[in-house]
Nanobody, 126 residues
Framework: QVQLVESGGGLVQAGGSLRLSCAAS????????MGWYRQAPGKQRELVAT?????????NYADSVKGRFTISRDNAKNTVYLQMNSLTPEDTAVYYC??????????????????WGQGTLVTVSS
């Protein structure tokens, strides 16, 4: 069983900060990349930020969060973080953790899979 478990969502006032965490567990051989997506009411799920697991970690951000959000990861813990600053009501959404990983119990079973967390709600009040 492979799963992603998110934490850190909640209610915050505009201008405030929150830090989301996502830990991957289970039969994981290697995580290639992790990231965060979000889905606001009535809207499609959209990319927030991604980070690769190799080297120093290559990052990618949605234009709407550049300069306000920072993604980071701890490879030893299979964990990714999203530091969100200067939050606005437009950031209100369910935030989902995503991972692209090779999973399996043994070499012959390894498969590349895309994993999703259950989502954590972030609400920013004006």
């Amino acid at each position: 069983q492979v799963q992603l478990v998110e934490s850190g969502g909640g209610l915050v006032q505009a201008g405030g900060s929150l830090r989301l965490s996502c830990a991957a567990s289970g039969s994981i051989f290697r995580i290639n990349a992790m990231g965060w997506y979000r889905q606001a009411p009535g809207k499609q799920r959209e990319l927030v930020a991604t980070i690769t697991s190799s080297g120093s970690g290559s990052t990618n951000y949605a234009d709407s969060v550049k300069g306000r959000f920072t993604i980071s990861r701890d490879n030893a813990k299979n964990t990714v973080y999203l530091q969100m600053n200067s939050l606005t009501p437009e950031d209100t959404a369910v935030y989902y953790c995503n991972a692209k990983a090779i999973v399996g119990e043994r070499v012959g079973d390894y498969r590349l899979r895309e994993l999703w967390g259950q989502g954590t709600l972030v609400t920013v009040s004006s």
